[in-house]
């Protein structure tokens, strides 16, 4: 699909969408405010349509509030116990009687409701249109005076024409045939029915609304043929449209018997207007009629282009609906773009139209409250079909609303591309590069905060009581800042503490040993770093040993392969020596070499397995049986089984060993070859005829056995003897392997036990000690 | 019949340094000097024993015995430089009847090469170590009627402290028993400071029936705790 034409689609879609959806909710608004206050829309919206001004409700209540007025004219001063204030109709005409200036003149021929104005020096043409109930309650109330101020200011207004007579008698008339037969032939002749038969009425030229009030009933003509009064029935007087003396809903006063009253309204009203009629240099002005005929007009026009604009609306909704799969990617391209617009910047106007949403519809429902209806009948004339500006100008907040609920549905969390979420995020990664320390100590700003606004709170909360309301809010605010700062401390901490107890417990875990866990905690913390670190330890700590496992078990490996190599030829000259001694006919000395070569082969031996076994347990590898055993016995067995060897030797052994058993826990074959060779060792290097002490003794915790014997040699006392390869004398000349003491501390170290040896002067001392079993 | 032994390592010399020993002892001795040339001699000629090495070239020594123990039931003496423990144990449990460590002994492989053709070629007493009057533990045999204790069906010479000694621990083999309490059953003596006199008496009887008495196979010393005749 060629992309031109999908954007094109994509914005058609999108804009008609919109714009249906704006002037459907603009109309229908329009709609239920334009319904508000009519009894019959219906009947109101033919009306409205069928362009004649005579035929609306407004046009009825006028002219009978005038019918109303004239009445009152009528017997005006004859009332014996008048209760009106004889000032309240002044007052209306004074009012009525502002000056208008040429401008407002020119203005109101274009727009009907100058500004600056109210409502009743527009409307008031001291007709009391508004007030039809009250003239018709009030009656009796007028005075002559102010019968004939009204007639003064009234008659010059050509729209409506009238006579009122009374007993007979023309009261007052500004049209003086106006009702007489006078057998002229006029365009109209209306026919009406008086005490003395029918009648026929002259009309004048370009009117054709007749009103005759006969003393009992009010016949209404127009054009010729007798109105139709009875839209609603006579039923109920509320729900009635005209309220007529004479009729049901408005019997006729008694009052008003002998009164006659002729009065004729123009098919075209138009501008009145009357300079300096009251001497005082006032314009009076009366256009009421006319203003009803534009409005009636424009009401008219208003309704054809609601008409139009909710088709226009419905071709709309229609493209949208035809377009809604371009649509919906036009949303989702036009989010992408809003998606990297600050959030401030989408969110503070859609809060200022709500707020300003809200202030309009609270002064609203205040006018309302004080207005009533006419409240509404003045917001009438603003929405319906009024306009395209003003749907533009709700297009466009519908628009920008629609914008920000767009990016709200299609961005996950709009509110972080923001300017606050940005400045968070400075504040954050300043923060992050303090040290730790200095980052708690910054904590205790909210401390310092919380404890000022703390302070504040019950001045305010005093100064509240004794100031009043703002002061109050401003109290609530400061509460809500003390909540608000409170929790972000209390999450601040409790995070803080979550990530310790981790740290914590990661440094326990090191240091019992478990190396592979690697703990987390998330990079804005503090303490983040310090786990970093401890986790590089641990990294650090588990190469080290892997390698030293590696190297310990190479070095095993390189003394068993070694030990092999060595041990082949060995065992080829083992094998030949022992066959070279069973030679027979060999001479003396040759059987000395070979008794050398044979026990100089066997010393090899012993030392290759030595070897090997001296570094096996130095790695750790040598393999043990642990079983508890008795400590006395075993070295009982041991010098049991090196008798011979001791008999043989210049030293002997003096033993000090406990009869009851001392039971320790280890490896018996091991710990044999431990006193063997401290035995051995001792019988070798003893100066002769000196004497071997082994002790044992059974301690609280620690059987403890020694090992003592003069040394023939001067011992060395800067050497630790239990190295390997490592001799008393420093010639090497004697038969041992130099691992004895080695081997023997490894292999007590493998047991568990610990091995110790000490030089005192010529004094040798081993000790072997063992946790003793109870 | 002289036996007719193959002895099979990589190591010319050594293999030369068995045959003479073994010649000696009046064997005739069959030389191999890797697994294959083993496994074809065998399969050639009449062999009673083998003496095996384990690190060899072509084919070692332990997939060498099994493959021989596919076929034939003939004793196998395994001979290693390795020395450990495990290696023992793996190689007896793939089939070699004995194991003996390098450097050997001479005379202690000439001594288990005796041993294992006289259980192969006799196949021991049957009846004997059916009867009750027999414990049967390897290579030991003790009587108790007669109390007579042989090793490879030769009788042992023993004096009558050893017999006693013997017997008991023959008797109740695998068990431990200290140095005190032999002494008192023995000896019929209240036992003081007996470990030396217990331990001369065991080393003359090691002496006696073990192959290396300073590796001793069959009486043991317990470290720490006594003495006893290992079950085998």
Same mark, same amino acid.
């Given at each position: 699909?060629?992309?031109?034409?999908?954007?094109?689609?994509?914005?058609?879609?999108?804009?008609?969408?919109?714009?249906?959806?704006?002037?459907?909710?603009?109309?229908?608004?329009?709609?239920?405010?334009?319904?508000?206050?009519?009894?019959? /829309?219906?009947?109101?919206?033919?009306?409205?349509?069928?362009?004649?001004?005579?035929?609306?409700?407004?046009?009825?209540?006028?002219?009978?509030?005038?019918?109303?007025?004239?009445?009152?004219?009528?017997?005006?001063?004859?009332?014996?116990?008048?209760?009106?204030?004889?000032?309240? /109709?002044?007052?209306?005409?004074?009012?009525?009687?502002?000056?208008?200036?040429?401008?407002?003149?020119?203005?109101?021929?274009?727009?009907?409701?100058?500004?600056?104005?109210?409502?009743?020096?527009?409307?008031?043409?001291?007709?009391?249109?508004?007030?039809?109930?009250?003239?018709?309650?009030?009656?009796?109330?007028?005075?002559?005076?102010?019968?004939?101020?009204?007639?003064?200011?009234?008659?010059?207004?050509?729209?409506?024409?009238?006579?009122?007579?009374?007993?007979?008698?023309?009261?007052?008339?500004?049209?003086?045939?106006?009702?007489?037969?006078?057998?002229?032939?006029?365009?109209?002749?209306?026919?009406?029915?008086?005490?003395?038969?029918?009648?026929?009425?002259?009309?004048?030229?370009?009117?054709?609304?007749?009103?005759?009030?006969?003393?009992?009933?009010?016949?209404?003509?127009?054009?010729?043929?007798?109105?139709?009064?009875?839209?609603?029935?006579?039923?109920?007087?509320?729900?009635?449209?005209?309220?007529?003396?004479?009729?049901?809903?408005?019997?006729?006063?008694?009052?008003?018997?002998?009164?006659?009253?002729?009065?004729?309204?123009?098919?075209?009203?138009?501008?009145?207007?009357?300079?300096?009629?009251?001497?005082?240099?006032?314009?009076?002005?009366?256009?009421?009629?006319?203003?009803?005929?534009?409005?009636?007009?424009?009401?008219?026009?208003?309704?054809?282009?609601?008409?139009?604009?909710?088709?226009?609306?419905?071709?709309?909704?229609?493209?949208?609906?035809?377009?809604?799969?371009?649509?919906?990617?036009?949303?989702?391209?036009?989010?992408?773009?809003?998606?990297?617009?600050?959030?401030?910047?989408?969110?503070?106007?859609?809060?200022?139209?709500?707020?300003?949403?809200?202030?309009?519809?609270?002064?609203?429902?205040?006018? /309302?409250?004080?207005?009533?209806?006419?409240?509404?009948?003045?917001?009438?004339?603003?929405?319906?079909?009024?306009?395209?500006?003003?749907?533009?100008?709700?297009?466009?907040?519908?628009?920008?609303?629609?914008?920000?609920?767009?990016?709200?549905?299609?961005?996950?969390?709009?509110?972080?591309?923001?300017?606050?979420?940005?400045?968070?995020?400075?504040?954050?990664?300043?923060?992050?590069?303090?040290?730790?320390?200095?980052?708690?100590?910054?904590?205790?700003?909210?401390?310092?905060?919380?404890?000022?606004?703390?302070?504040?709170?019950?001045?305010?909360?005093?100064?509240?009581?004794?100031?009043?309301?703002?002061?109050?809010?401003?109290? /609530?605010?400061?509460?809500?800042?003390?909540?608000?700062?409170?929790?972000?401390?209390?999450?601040?901490?409790?995070?803080?503490?979550?990530?310790?107890?981790?740290?914590?417990?990661?440094?326990?875990?090191?240091?019992?040993?478990?190396?592979?866990?690697?703990?987390?905690?998330?990079?804005?913390?503090?303490?983040?770093?310090?786990?970093?670190?401890?986790?590089?330890?641990?990294?650090?700590?588990?190469?080290?040993?892997?390698?030293?496992?590696?190297?310990?078990?190479?070095?095993?490996?390189?003394?068993?392969?070694?030990?092999?190599?060595?041990?082949?030829?060995?065992?080829?000259?083992?094998?030949?020596?022992?066959?070279?001694?069973?030679?027979?006919?060999?001479?003396?000395?040759?059987?000395?070499?070979?008794?050398?070569?044979?026990?100089?082969?066997?010393?090899?031996?012993?030392?290759?397995?030595?070897?090997?076994?001296?570094?096996?347990?130095?790695?750790?590898?040598?393999?043990?049986?642990?079983?508890?055993?008795?400590?006395?016995?075993?070295?009982?067995?041991?010098?049991?089984?090196?008798?011979?060897?001791?008999?043989?030797?210049?030293?002997?052994?003096?033993?000090?060993?406990?009869?009851?058993?001392?039971?320790?826990?280890?490896?018996?074959?091991?710990?044999?070859?431990?006193?063997?060779?401290?035995?051995?060792?001792?019988?070798?290097?003893?100066?002769?005829?000196?004497?071997?002490?082994?002790?044992?003794?059974?301690?609280?915790?620690?059987?403890?056995?020694?090992?003592?014997?003069?040394?023939?040699?001067?011992?060395?006392?800067?050497?630790?003897?239990?190295?390997?390869?490592?001799?008393?004398?420093?010639?090497?000349?004697?038969?041992?392997?130099?691992?004895?003491?080695?081997?023997?501390?490894?292999?007590?170290?493998?047991?568990?036990?610990?091995?110790?040896?000490?030089?005192?002067?010529?004094?040798?001392?081993?000790?072997?000690?063992?946790?003793?079993?109870? | 019949?002289?036996?007719?032994?193959?002895?099979?390592?990589?190591?010319?010399?050594?293999?030369?340094?068995?045959?003479?020993?073994?010649?000696?002892?009046?064997?005739? #001795?069959?030389?191999?000097?890797?697994?294959?040339?083993?496994?074809?001699?065998?399969?050639?000629?009449?062999?009673?024993?083998?003496?095996?090495?384990?690190?060899?070239?072509?084919?070692?020594?332990?997939?060498? #015995?099994?493959?021989?123990?596919?076929?034939?039931?003939?004793?196998?003496?395994?001979?290693?430089?390795?020395?450990?423990?495990?290696?023992?144990?793996?190689?007896?449990?793939?089939?070699?009847?004995?194991?003996?460590?390098?450097?050997?002994?001479?005379?202690?492989?000439?001594?288990?090469?005796?041993?294992?053709?006289?259980?192969?070629?006799?196949?021991?007493?049957?009846?004997?170590?059916?009867?009750?009057?027999? #414990?049967?533990?390897?290579?030991?045999?003790?009587?108790?009627?007669?109390?007579?204790?042989?090793?490879?069906?030769?009788?042992?010479?023993?004096?009558?402290?050893?017999?006693?000694?013997?017997?008991?621990?023959?008797?109740?083999?695998?068990?431990?028993?200290?140095?005190?309490?032999?002494?008192?059953? #023995?000896?019929?003596?209240?036992?003081?400071?007996?470990?030396?006199?217990?331990?001369?008496?065991?080393?003359?009887?090691?002496?006696?029936?073990?192959?290396?008495?300073?590796?001793?196979?069959?009486?043991?010393?317990?470290?720490?705790?006594?003495?006893?005749?290992?079950?085998?």
């Amino acid at each position: 699909m060629d992309i031109k034409s999908k954007k094109s689609k994509m914005v058609i879609g999108l804009v008609s969408w919109l714009a249906g959806f704006t002037i459907i909710i603009v109309n229908l608004s329009g709609l239920c405010l334009e319904m508000y206050g009519y009894r019959d /829309f219906p009947k109101h919206v033919e009306e409205v349509l069928g362009r004649d001004y005579q035929d609306t409700e407004e046009f009825r209540d006028y002219i009978l509030g005038c019918m109303s007025d004239f009445l009152e004219m009528s017997v005006a001063g004859t009332n014996p116990d008048q209760v009106g204030e004889p000032g309240e /109709f002044l007052d209306e005409w004074e009012a009525a009687a502002e000056p208008w200036t040429e401008e407002e003149m020119s203005i109101l021929e274009e727009d009907y409701i100058p500004s600056g104005k109210t409502y009743y020096n527009y409307y008031g043409s001291g007709f009391g249109w508004d007030g039809g109930y009250d003239v018709v309650y009030d009656w009796w109330s007028m005075t002559k005076a102010e019968a004939e101020d009204m007639h003064d200011r009234i008659r010059y207004n050509t729209n409506i024409l009238y006579r009122i007579e009374n007993k007979g008698e023309v009261l007052y008339t500004n049209y003086e045939s106006l009702g007489l037969d006078s057998g002229q032939t006029e365009e109209w002749n209306y026919t009406i029915n008086t005490d003395g038969g029918e009648m026929n009425f002259v009309m004048p030229e370009g009117y054709n609304y007749l009103l005759y009030y006969d003393g009992e009933t009010l016949q209404v003509l127009k054009d010729g043929a007798e109105a139709d009064v009875s839209i609603h029935g006579y039923g109920d007087y509320w729900d009635y449209d005209w309220y007529i003396p004479g009729y049901n809903n408005v019997p006729a006063d008694d009052a008003y018997r002998d009164s006659r009253i002729y009065m004729a309204v123009a098919k075209e009203p138009e501008i009145i207007i009357k300079k300096n009629y009251d001497g005082k240099g006032n314009t009076y002005y009366s256009n009421l009629l006319y203003k009803m005929k534009m409005q009636s007009l424009d009401k008219a026009a208003s309704y054809r282009n609601w008409i139009f604009s909710s088709l226009l609306a419905f071709v709309f909704a229609a493209l949208g609906l035809t377009f809604r799969e371009y649509r919906k990617e036009a949303c989702v391209s036009i989010a992408r773009v809003t998606g990297k617009i600050w959030y401030e910047v989408k969110l503070l106007p859609v809060l200022a139209f709500f707020f300003l949403f809200l202030m309009a519809g609270i002064e609203a429902l205040r006018m /309302f409250w004080w207005q009533g209806n006419s409240f509404v009948y003045e917001l009438q004339g603003f929405t319906i079909g009024r306009g395209i500006l003003f749907t533009v100008i709700f297009l466009l907040i519908i628009g920008f609303l629609w914008l920000f609920a767009n990016d709200a549905r299609y961005n996950k969390k709009p509110w972080r591309i923001s300017l606050t979420a940005k400045i968070i995020g400075l504040f954050r990664t300043s923060m992050l590069k303090l040290p730790f320390s200095k980052r708690m100590v910054r904590y205790n700003i909210w401390v310092f905060l919380l404890g000022l606004l703390s302070t504040l709170l019950p001045v305010t909360v005093f100064a509240a009581h004794r100031r009043g309301t703002e002061l109050l809010i401003i109290t /609530f605010i400061l509460f809500v800042c003390i909540l608000f700062l409170q929790f972000l401390y209390a999450e601040n901490m409790r995070r803080l503490a979550v990530d310790m107890d981790r740290l914590v417990g990661q440094i326990e875990a090191v240091h019992n040993g478990e190396l592979q866990e690697n703990a987390e905690i998330s990079e804005t913390s503090g303490l983040a770093e310090a786990m970093e670190k401890l986790n590089d330890i641990r990294d650090g700590m588990n190469k080290a040993i892997d390698r030293q496992i590696k190297s310990e078990r190479m070095k095993v490996e390189l003394i068993a392969n070694v030990s092999h190599d060595i041990k082949t030829p060995l065992t080829s000259i083992i094998s030949y020596v022992e066959l070279l001694k069973q030679e027979e006919g060999m001479p003396e000395h040759v059987k000395e070499y070979v008794s050398i070569l044979e026990s100089k082969s066997q010393r090899l031996k012993t030392m290759v397995q030595d070897v090997f076994e001296v570094s096996k347990a130095a790695s750790g590898e040598l393999p043990v049986h642990m079983e508890n055993l008795d400590f006395c016995k075993l070295i009982h067995q041991t010098i049991a089984d090196m008798q011979e060897q001791i008999a043989d030797s210049p030293v002997s052994i003096k033993c000090e060993i406990p009869d009851e058993a001392v039971t320790i826990y280890a490896d018996g074959s091991r710990l044999y070859r431990v006193f063997q060779n401290l035995i051995q060792n001792a019988l070798k290097y003893s100066l002769e005829g000196s004497r071997i002490y082994i002790n044992l003794k059974n301690g609280e915790e620690d059987a403890v056995a020694s090992v003592k014997n003069t040394s023939k040699e001067e011992l060395p006392s800067d050497v630790d003897l239990t190295e390997r390869f490592i001799r008393g004398d420093k010639s090497r000349t004697d038969g041992g392997s130099g691992l004895g003491l080695s081997i023997a501390q490894s292999f007590t170290e493998a047991c568990g036990g610990s091995f110790k040896v000490e030089t005192i002067a010529d004094l040798f001392v081993v000790t072997v000690s063992f946790q003793s079993v109870k | 019949m002289k036996e007719r032994i193959l002895v099979v390592d990589d190591d010319r010399e050594i293999v030369k340094a068995i045959a003479l020993l073994l010649e000696k002892e009046e064997y005739e #001795v069959l030389k191999a000097y890797d697994g294959m040339q083993a496994l074809e001699i065998i399969a050639e000629s009449q062999v009673q024993l083998i003496i095996i090495d384990v690190m060899m070239p072509k084919l070692d020594g332990l997939s060498a #015995v099994m493959k021989i123990r596919e076929k034939r039931n003939i004793p196998i003496i395994l001979l290693s430089a390795k020395s450990e423990d495990t290696d023992k144990v793996l190689g007896l449990s793939i089939g070699a009847d004995d194991y003996v460590a390098k450097p050997y002994n001479p005379a202690e492989l000439a001594a288990r090469v005796k041993s294992q053709l006289r259980r192969y070629t006799c196949l021991g007493d049957i009846n004997a170590s059916l009867s009750t009057a027999n #414990v049967v533990n390897g290579r030991l045999r003790y009587n108790k009627e007669e109390r007579v204790l042989y090793t490879d069906e030769e009788p042992v010479k023993l004096t009558a402290t050893e017999t006693k000694i013997v017997d008991l621990l023959m008797c109740n083999l695998g068990r431990v028993f200290p140095a005190e309490e032999i002494y008192r059953r #023995v000896w019929n003596e209240e036992a003081y400071a007996v470990e030396n006199t217990v331990m001369v008496h065991i080393r003359r009887i090691r002496e006696k029936i073990e192959w290396n008495p300073k590796e001793p196979e069959y009486l043991k010393v317990v470290w720490g705790i006594g003495y006893k005749i290992e079950k085998k």
